[in-house]
C-alpha cells in the first residue's frame, strides 16, 4: 500500500466526482483510476462504486476513510515536526548548570527560550564543573554552565558573569558575626576543600589566593558535596568555601543547616561563569540557548559588578 494511493483515495472521497479529484491532485482521470484500483487490489475489497451518475463509497470505503484520515493526518504531523526540528523550534536542549548559573542565568534564559521557542523543552542537570565538561566532551550534554575557562580547544565558550567567594562556617563559630575576614586567618583554622577535578577553576582560585598571602591551608577534610560541606561546618569548627550566591542562599535558609557566609578580603578570590559548548557551529538549537542568553544578559550576581559576554575559543 502506497502513501500516494491514500491520499488519491480521500480525494475522491471527499469530492465524490473523479474529474474533480484529478484536478485536485494534478492528476489525470485515467492516473487517478489506476490508483483507485491498485488500492483495492491491495485491500481485496471494493471502495468507491461509480455509475455514469453517481460516485459512492461503498460501506467498506466509508470505513476505511476513517482510517486512511487519521494515517494522512498523522503523516502530516509527522512531517511538519520534522521540519520544525530541523529549523530548531522543536526537540530538546540538554543544559548542565552549577549553583549560581541556576541563580543568576537560568531564570531569565529559560523565559525568553520559551517565549521564543515554547515547543523546545530544556534539560536540565545540576552538576559540578569537572562532571558537566566530561559530560559535554561525551555528547551528554549540549551545553554547560560552569566555573573557569576550559583549557581544551574542544570547547568553545563566553564569559557571563565573576563572583566573589566567601567563607561558610556554622553559626557558633567565632567569624560567624564579623563582617569579613582577611584571606591569611585561614592558616589558623582547619578547612573542607574539594577535590580538583570537581572543580579546578575553584580549586585554583582558593589556593592562588593562599599562596598570594603566604599560608598553607589546614585542609582537615575533602568533601565533593556543597551539602555535606554545609553541614560539616554547622557542627564543626571548620570553614569551607562557596561561591557568594550559594553562601548568602545558605546563609537565608529557613530551619535545618544554616551555614553563615563570611566575605573574605586581602585578597577576596575571584571566580568566573562560562557558559560551554563543544567546538565547532553550535546546532540550531544550542545557538538558540546561546541567543537567549545574550539577549537577557549581562548578568550580575552579589558583590560583583555585571559583565557583558566575551566570546573565545580555547
Same mark, same amino acid.
Given at each position: 500500500? =502506497? ?5 488519491? #483515495? ?34 481485496? /475489497? ?19 476513510? /476513517? =482510517?486512511?484520515?487519521?494515517? $494522512? ?30 541563580? *543568576? ?14 515547543? +523546545?523543552?530544556?534539560?536540565? =542537570? ?19 554552565? $560552569? ?7 574542544? #570547547? ?12 561558610? +562556617?556554622?553559626? @557558633? ?15 589558623? *583554622?582547619?578547612?573542607?576543600? #574539594? ?25 582537615? *577534610? ?10 560539616? $561546618?554547622? $557542627? ?10 550559594? @553562601? ?6 529557613? @530551619? ?11 585578597? /577576596? ?5 562560562? +557558559? ?34 566575551? +566570546?573565545?575559543?580555547?
Amino acid at each position: 500500500m =502506497e502513501f500516494r494511493h491514500l491520499v488519491s #483515495f480521500l480525494a475522491i472521497a471527499e469530492e465524490l466526482h473523479f474529474g474533480r479529484a484529478a484536478a485536485r491532485l494534478h492528476l489525470t482521470q485515467p492516473s487517478l483510476s489506476q490508483q483507485l484500483q491498485r488500492l483495492e487490489r491491495t485491500l481485496g /475489497v471494493e471502495l468507491v462504486a461509480r455509475t455514469s451518475h453517481e460516485v459512492r463509497l461503498t460501506s467498506a470505503g466509508r470505513a476505511f476513510e /476513517v =482510517e486512511a484520515r487519521a494515517i $494522512v493526518t498523522q503523516m502530516d504531523k509527522a512531517a511538519l515536526s520534522a521540519r520544525e526540528a530541523a529549523a530548531g523550534r522543536t526537540g530538546t536542549v540538554r543544559v548542565g548548570y552549577n549553583f549560581p548559573a541556576g541563580q *543568576h542565568i537560568l531564570p531569565a534564559t529559560l523565559a525568553r527560550m520559551h517565549a521564543e521557542l515554547p515547543d +523546545v523543552t530544556v534539560r536540565l =542537570e545540576e552538576k559540578r564543573t569537572g562532571p558537566q565538561l566530561q559530560a559535554l566532551a561525551d555528547g551528554d550534554l549540549d551545553i554547560a554552565l $560552569v566555573y573557569g575557562r576550559p583549557v581544551t580547544s574542544d #570547547f568553545q565558550y563566553r564569559r557571563l558573569l565573576r563572583l566573589p567567594m566567601v567563607a561558610v +562556617v556554622g553559626p @557558633g563559630h567565632k567569624w560567624a558575626g564579623r563582617p569579613g575576614v582577611p584571606f591569611a586567618e585561614l592558616a589558623q *583554622h582547619p578547612c573542607i576543600l #574539594f577535590g580538583r577535578e570537581q572543580c579546578p577553576a575553584m580549586y585554583d582560585a582558593i589556593l592562588s589566593a593562599a599562596e598570594r598571602t603566604g599560608i598553607r591551608l589546614n585542609v582537615a *577534610h575533602v568533601v565533593d558535596d556543597p551539602g555535606a560541606t554545609g553541614i560539616l $561546618v554547622s $557542627v564543626k569548627p571548620l570553614v569551607g568555601f562557596a561561591s557568594a550566591s550559594r @553562601g548568602v542562599l545558605a546563609g537565608a535558609a529557613a @530551619g535545618g543547616v544554616r551555614p553563615v557566609p563570611v566575605p573574605l578580603y586581602n585578597p /577576596v578570590p575571584m571566580i568566573d561563569l562560562y +557558559v560551554v559548548w563543544r567546538d565547532g557551529e553550535p546546532n540550531r538549537l544550542q545557538a538558540a540557548f546561546l541567543d537567549c542568553i545574550d539577549a537577557v544578559g549581562p548578568f550580575e550576581g552579589p558583590g560583583a559588578e555585571p559583565r557583558a559576554a566575551e +566570546v573565545k575559543s580555547a
